[in-house]
């Protein structure tokens, strides 16, 4: 008689990272999102950190772990900038929780899939940025451009896709 | 989890965006706090930056240096060309700069020069567009301190921000955060340019005014204490009304450095209100240049009178293509010597020739105002 083990979809899903590939994806995503902007300035639509913060939420499926990861890559790149710490510290969290769970519903190996969850959560980013400098910050200045944050989110999007398939090859299942 | 995670940062936010206490800006407090969480980051980053930068400069420099031997003496001869048509204009101008300094002198006017500049090149940006930052290679180690402004040969480009040992922020002037003290040249407005939160760069706290035009040029007004007075910061693209700001009006500029590519930038760490020792003796040199072009303008007209009666002539018809509608005329043709400045059409207490000479002046004596010259139809 065949045996039958008790495995859950998110048991059978849920994937771990080399200690070096945790570290350095995310420090390269940081590094290439300062460098390439200064080789062609259009580039800064981009955000590699998100795209990371998504890849290792999803893959990860756990969302206290999506939530540090996103933590921990948004206030590194609030270092970068001449911006509070906090602003996309705030953002990240929330996508890097909301991408873990999510990751428990759908199939996330789908590219459909990947690349609705990447615009949606490009969307998402620029919607809580902009609430977070708006009304928390109090500044009157910001504006919220949405065909701009439209085409962010494409960018993203066609981004996300091959470096999700990149970054799979480093996935260990556990 | 994710409510512990975000209140905590809403809390660290809040402090840091704090009201300053009186007496404090919002950077020191900002300084005080996350210098630290700052310094961490550009530690990790800024060396691969380093890296990057310094092997993506090996190869253009390998590229450019092709390149710059192919075409090196076509590029001499021009440049020989233009040195000795810009010694020529430089003759030319001495002697009116001289006339400036006499009357700043006068004024009791203190003028500030760039003594000493440190070259940096650009290893990074920030890495968004909401933040107009740029990291440079160079810091404190090399005699770099927060607020000091940073040009370009083309124009103003902005001023540090964090300084870090070997690593330095540069806060653009697209940045919402940044401003700088700012005169109209033609119309001498005095003004504030701040970065907008779309990284323009606009002056907003001039009422509407027709004589403000586009295409007029932006300098530096020196009152900030950052910039040096007299830099080019950009020129005038658009004016509109300000709905936010009424009756203020939204003046963008367009910088004249180009803040999206920079490269390399120059930090003023030292000004002076003397003539840098190079610059005098460029003004020296300028000088017996102008010196001489007179001698040999002279001696022309002494051989030759005709040719200094047609000069005469041509300078007395000068006030009249000095009218509006009416194209300048060529002096360069019109006259053998220097190119001398044109009487002025609407003359002021600092035009020359309109003040009595300091001799006759008496203390608390109010000058009369100046003549405006009849015109000649």
């Not at chain 1, 873990?100 to 199939?107: E, K, L, M, R, Y």
């Not at chain 2, 007209?301 to 509608?325: C, F, I, R, Y």
Request: hydrophobic letters at 40%.
């Amino acid at each position: 008689m065949a045996e039958h083990s008790y495995t859950s979809r998110r048991e059978l899903d849920q994937y771990t990272f080399h200690p070096a590939v945790t570290l350095l994806t995310p420090l390269v995503l940081v590094l290439l999102q300062a460098v390439l902007p200064k080789v062609w300035p259009r580039l800064v639509i981009l955000d590699l950190p998100l795209i990371g913060v998504i890849f290792f939420a999803i893959a990860r499926r756990n969302p206290i772990a999506g939530t540090l990861t996103g933590t921990t890559i948004g206030l590194f790149q609030d270092g970068l900038t001449n911006l509070p710490f906090g602003i996309n510290g705030i953002a990240k969290s929330i996508i890097g929780y909301l991408a873990a769970s999510i990751g428990f519903t759908v199939d996330v190996e789908n590219v459909i899939n990947r690349m609705a969850l990447n615009f949606g959560f490009s969307l998402l980013q620029s919607g809580t940025i902009y609430g977070i400098m708006r009304w928390l910050l109090a500044d009157p200045t910001v504006r919220l451009h949405p065909l701009y944050e439209l085409l962010r989110a494409l960018c993203n999007t066609v981004v996300a896709v091959p470096l999700f398939f990149l970054l799979d090859r480093f996935k260990v299942r556990e | 989890m994710l409510i512990v995670v975000v209140m905590a940062q809403i809390i660290a936010l809040a402090v840091q965006v704090q009201r300053p206490v009186a007496g404090t800006s919002t950077d020191a407090i900002d300084q005080g706090k996350t210098m630290l969480l700052r310094r961490w980051t550009v530690a990790i980053v800024t060396p691969f930056e380093r890296l990057l930068h310094g092997s993506g400069s090996t190869v253009r420099h390998l590229w450019s240096s092709y390149g710059d031997l192919r075409h090196t003496h076509e590029r001499n001869q021009a440049l020989q060309q233009e040195v000795a048509r810009l010694r020529q204009e430089q003759a030319s101008l001495a002697e009116d700069a001289a006339q400036g300094r006499r009357l700043q002198a006068l004024l009791n006017f203190k003028e500030q020069y760039i003594t000493k500049t440190v070259a940096a090149q650009v290893i990074g940006t920030s890495g968004t567009d909401r933040s107009h930052t740029l990291w440079i290679d160079k810091g404190s180690a090399d005699g770099l301190k927060p607020e000091q402004a940073v040009i370009t040969p083309d124009g103003v480009v902005g001023k540090l921000r964090d300084v870090f040992p070997h690593t330095s922020q540069l806060l653009l002037l697209s940045d919402s955060t940044s401003g700088a003290g700012v005169v109209l040249e033609s119309t001498r407005m005095r003004g504030i340019v701040r970065g907008t939160a779309n990284g323009q760069v606009q002056i907003n706290n001039l009422t509407a005014d027709d004589r403000i035009k586009p295409g007029e040029k932006v300098l530096t007004s020196g009152g900030d204490q950052v910039f040096p007075r007299g830099l080019a910061i950009g020129v005038i693209e658009s004016i509109a009304p300000d709905p936010q700001h009424q009756p203020y009006t939204a003046i963008t500029v367009k910088p004249t450095a180009n803040l999206t590519r920079l490269e390399e930038v120059l930090v003023i760490t030292g000004t002076d209100s003397k003539l840098p020792a190079d610059a005098k003796q460029d003004v020296e040199a300028a000088e017996a240049t102008a010196e001489e072009n007179r001698r040999a303008a002279d001696v022309i007209a002494e051989k030759l009178p005709s040719l200094h009666e047609s000069s005469s002539q041509a300078d007395d018809k000068a006030p009249d293509a000095a009218e509006p509608g009416k194209p300048a005329p060529d002096l360069t043709k019109a006259k053998s010597g220097p190119v001398r400045t044109q009487p002025a059409i609407h003359p002021d207490r600092y035009s020359p020739g309109t003040v009595a000479p300091a001799k006759d002046l008496k203390p608390g004596e109010v000058a009369a105002p100046p003549q405006q010259p009849k015109e000649s139809r």
